[in-house]
């Protein structure tokens, strides 16, 4: 059964820091792994989806990692920024019938 | 706009008082999902559907049912709620669920309260 962790559960850091959020996961027979940011409140939006055959993908500030056989991904934050503050989930697709599996996420709170 | 609703955002509700979430998509996606969003357990799925008329169950479908009769919609009904079923409730969706490599997009979420 798949497990995927995210360390750390909570973060603060100041304003301007770069900062990596990590995610691993237990089963490495994955087609694909998506980084998601939740607002309190509201509902979940796509960051990346990085395939299995792919490294990493970036997107403007965010720069995503996949090491597959190691069952780990990285989510890079360079030059946080207070609207940066939210959770961050992970969620791995396994299997059949496109179920992505989460992980439990990381509150991020950038300070000023 | 590209997107998933769902409707209502907010709900309190009473032991066995029948309820549906309705669910819709303008993105012409095959495959649409329901998940629970619990503290200390993440989003579980709980049906998911990879067509029209196709619907499955996920990790945890016990005391709920779905359908799909359209493309666009997928209702997730509670037909007798029960206090375990407090939780929030995500709608997503994909192009194809037949194939697993596509971007999932999640609606805005539903609260619901069983008293």
């Known amino acids: 059964k798949q497990e995927v962790t995210q360390i750390p559960a909570a973060l603060s850091v100041p304003e301007g820091e770069n900062l990596v959020l990590n995610c691993s996961f237990t089963d490495s027979a994955i087609y694909n792994l998506q980084w998601f940011r939740q607002d309190p409140g509201k509902g979940l939006t796509s960051l990346l989806l990085i395939q299995s055959s792919q490294r990493e993908q970036t997107s403007g500030r965010l720069n995503a990692s996949l090491d597959k056989s190691s069952g780990r991904s990285t989510l890079y934050i360079a030059a946080s920024q207070p609207g940066d503050s939210a959770t961050y989930l992970c969620?791995?697709?396994?299997?059949?019938?496109?179920?992505?599996?989460f992980g439990t996420g990381t509150r991020l709170q950038v300070t000023l | 706009e590209a997107q998933v609703t769902q409707n209502p955002r907010y709900l309190i509700t009473v032991t066995g008082k029948k309820l549906t979430v309705t669910c819709s998509q303008n993105?012409?996606?095959?495959?649409m999902s329901w998940y629970r969003q619990d503290p200390g357990l993440g989003l579980r799925q709980i049906y998911y559907s990879m067509n029209v008329e196709v619907t499955d169950k996920g990790d945890v479908p016990e005391g709920y049912k779905v359908s799909r009769k359209e493309k666009r919609n997928f209702p997730l009904i509670l037909e007798s709620p029960s206090p375990n079923q407090t939780s929030l409730y995500f709608c997503?969706?994909?192009?194809?669920?037949?194939?697993?490599?596509?971007?999932?997009?999640f609606g805005p979420g539903t609260r619901l309260t069983v008293l």
């Open positions: 997503a969706s994909s192009f194809s669920g037949g194939t697993p490599y596509n971007e999932q997009f």
């Open positions: 969620a791995v697709h396994t299997g059949t019938a496109s179920k992505l599996t």
């Open positions: 993105m012409n996606h095959e495959y």
